[in-house]
């Protein structure tokens, strides 16, 4: 005959129910009832909160609650939850978003890629500056020692009211279960070329881990971890450091 966790004591017990189900993120569940003698019946009596099931040890008890019947009986039903993939990654959840955010026009490529050498240079960028703020300086054109096309472009723009340009960026967000509460957050805030099953990002964009939360119910854990694609060039090395 099996036996259940009461107290402190192991009980025998005759099960009246025993039911199974896995759920879609990898965790299980399984509902217990049995009946046991009515007299004496205390809170105390009640399985241990995350003892184990009798049957399967990988989930824990969740919830108990007991029912009086007719006669000398009260029936306890039990409720276990628990983590039953032993990867934590084949049941998860995957969210992407894809949006925009205004940015600087001086930050577009077109005006700052590469990086190191940019086809519009902070000289440049001060000299059309006072182009468009002083009306007595000639209007800034490819004629203007130190100027670029993508210089005099760039002015053109500003002087028409174009100041910024929508910036396509993402959100990825992971969401999956484990038994034990998460004890690594050194990696929060730091760069990564691509979380866990996220999409590659194409040429020099990456990821940088933004978010993590996690609720405990129980014997399952579910986790959320947030990452935020950055924009053409990749996150600033200079602020953010990789995650090796």
């Not at 046991?36 to 099931?53: I, K, Q, V, W, Y």
């Not at 001086?106 to 519009?120: G, L, R, Y």
């Not at 979380?195 to 405990?216: H, M, Q, V």
Request: glycine share 8%; hydrophobic share 30%; aromatic share 10%.
């Amino acid at each position: 005959m099996p036996t259940i966790q009461i107290g402190n004591f192991v009980e025998q017990y005759q099960p009246d129910g025993d039911d199974v189900k896995q759920g879609p993120d990898g965790s299980g569940e399984a509902v217990l009832t049995f009946k046991r003698s009515a007299t004496g019946f205390t809170l105390a009596s009640l399985p241990n909160p995350l003892s184990e099931h009798p049957k399967y040890p990988a989930l824990r008890l969740y919830e108990a609650q007991a029912k009086r019947e007719p006669g000398d009986v009260m029936v306890v039903t039990c409720t276990y939850r628990g983590v039953i993939v032993g990867n934590k990654f084949t049941f998860s959840q995957q969210e992407f978003t894809v949006n925009t955010s205004s940015e600087p026009i001086e930050t577009h490529p077109t005006f700052s890629d590469p990086v190191a050498n940019p086809p519009v240079t902070p000289t440049e960028l001060a000299t059309l500056q006072k182009s468009l703020d002083n009306n007595t300086v000639p209007v800034y054109n490819i004629a203007i020692a130190g100027s670029t096309k993508e210089g005099v472009l760039l002015y053109n723009k500003k002087r028409r009211g174009i100041d910024s340009y929508l910036s396509v960026g993402g959100t990825y967000k992971l969401t999956y279960i484990q038994a034990d509460v998460p004890s690594e957050y050194n990696s929060i805030g730091k760069i990564t070329l691509a979380p866990p099953l996220a999409p590659i990002p194409p040429g020099n964009r990456n990821y940088l881990y933004t978010g993590l939360s996690w609720r405990k119910q129980g014997g399952v854990v579910t986790v959320n971890e947030e990452y935020t694609m950055s924009g053409f060039n990749g996150w600033d090395s200079d602020l953010y450091d990789f995650n090796v």
